[in-house]
């Protein structure tokens, strides 16, 4: 198998290159790369092409190319790099991988903090949305930038999600700088490329050890009992209610859900145990308090906004989805407003049965397919020697859902 691998990717960090790396790349008859690493490694003329943009021509430069090859990319090239479309293109058997450190380590590094609970992300050739919204939900994510959607572009996504970024610049180069502050601060500066970076919930940089890397990972239980969130009476969506809800939101990684008229934030808080970003809109300041609360409880970053729907959802991000538990008497305009926003759904929970007809029809109007169903459950209780079921009030869903 060694004999068939003709193609070296080598990977830079701007440490001088291992000897292995030196004699694949001086006895390589193409070496491919981009054009900073090649003219930093004095490579020029006939035996290099450039990696840029359309890489078509490159590929078939490699492939029609019969001696060795060599292809240079920054940092781990197996690690959101070159390496796949490499292997897709030729096979892996005719790959050798001599990694440096990736930009992703450097940068924690250079932050002295571990990464083995931290999500990777890249933004690179990619809608960089769900990137943003990774960082929304995840207390420790590096976000791998592109041109176009750098430090400055992030870090405005992020103003008032409780977040400290670290900017690493131009990693193992003479002239690499790093730089810690808020989305504001951030926002505000010019950064030269390439540059990681780091998305850091205040206070939770640190994190707890595990035994899986990412933190990312399955809740166990959802649907939590009532008595896992603190509430007034009455004023929360019960377990039965919130296990459809979240069956039709269908939120996880890279997300962006809304809790309208949250009260206990619950909805948001199941959300942000699935992985996805959640954003609780209350209007009653006591009820916003037990949100943030309940949210510290639960481990699970919920950005709080207090304000009345459906002015306070107008400065927030287009969400994924949106649940409104409570409209405050103006249902049709929420509704409406969130059905124009949302990317792939909207759930309503209604109480009094002459408001599902309406709601149906307007969130049909909008364009979306309507569901509409009763949910009533009943609980097994005591009585002495025997037990019941003592029923709970129906509870009216109706969603919506992009075709």
Do not use: Y
């Not at 990777?120 to 994510?141: E, L, M, Y």
């Not at 610049?169 to 810690?180: H, K, Q, V, Y």
Request: proline content about 7%.
């Amino acid at each position: 198998m060694e004999g068939m691998r003709r193609i070296s990717v080598i990977g830079l960090d701007g440490r001088p290159l291992p000897p292995e790396a030196r004699e694949l790349l001086a006895g390589a008859a193409l070496v491919a790369g981009g054009r900073r690493h090649l003219r930093e490694l004095g490579v020029e003329g006939g035996r290099s092409v450039a990696l840029e943009g359309d890489l078509s021509g490159a590929l078939e430069r490699i492939s029609a190319e019969r001696g060795p090859v060599a292809v240079l990319a920054s940092g781990d090239p197996g690690f959101f790099g070159i390496v796949r479309l490499l292997a897709g293109r030729f096979g892996r058997e005719a790959l050798r991988v001599l990694p440096a450190a990736s930009s992703a380590a450097r940068a924690f590094a250079r932050a002295s903090l571990p990464w083995d609970d931290a999500l990777v992300v890249s933004a690179h050739g990619r809608d960089p949305r769900r990137a943003v919204n990774a960082c929304r939900a995840h207390p420790k994510v590096a976000v791998l930038t592109s041109p176009g959607f750098g430090p400055a572009e992030l870090a405005r996504e992020l103003v008032g999600w409780g977040r400290e970024l670290f900017v690493a610049e131009r990693l193992g180069e003479p002239d690499e700088r790093c730089f810690s502050g808020g989305p504001e601060e951030v926002a505000g500066r010019r950064w030269r490329e390439p540059n990681v970076v780091l998305s850091l919930r205040e206070g939770r940089a640190v994190g707890a050890k595990g035994w899986a890397s990412c933190g990312l990972g399955s809740p166990g239980r959802w649907a939590l009992p009532e008595g896992e969130f603190e509430h007034r009476s009455g004023m929360i969506s019960g377990p039965e209610t919130r296990a459809l809800a979240l069956a039709r939101l269908g939120p996880g990684p890279g997300d962006l859900v809304w809790d309208v008229g949250a009260g206990s934030g619950s909805v948001a808080i199941e959300c942000a145990r699935l992985g996805a970003a959640a954003a609780a809109v209350e209007r009653d300041p006591e009820s916003c308090g037990r949100i943030r609360r309940n949210a510290e409880r639960h481990g699970v970053c919920v950005r709080v906004v207090e304000g009345e729907a459906p002015e306070a959802l107008r400065g927030l991000p287009d969400p994924d989805a949106v649940f409104v538990g409570g409209s405050g008497g103006g249902l049709r305009e929420i509704l409406r407003l969130c059905a124009a926003r949302a990317r792939r759904c909207v759930v309503a929970s209604l109480v009094g049965l002459e408001r599902v007809v309406p709601a149906a029809e307007l969130l049909e109007g909008c364009g979306l397919e309507v569901e509409a169903v009763m949910l009533q459950a009943s609980r097994v209780k005591g009585v002495g020697r025997l037990h019941r079921l003592a029923p709970e009030n129906p509870v009216f869903l109706v969603s919506g859902a992009r075709p």
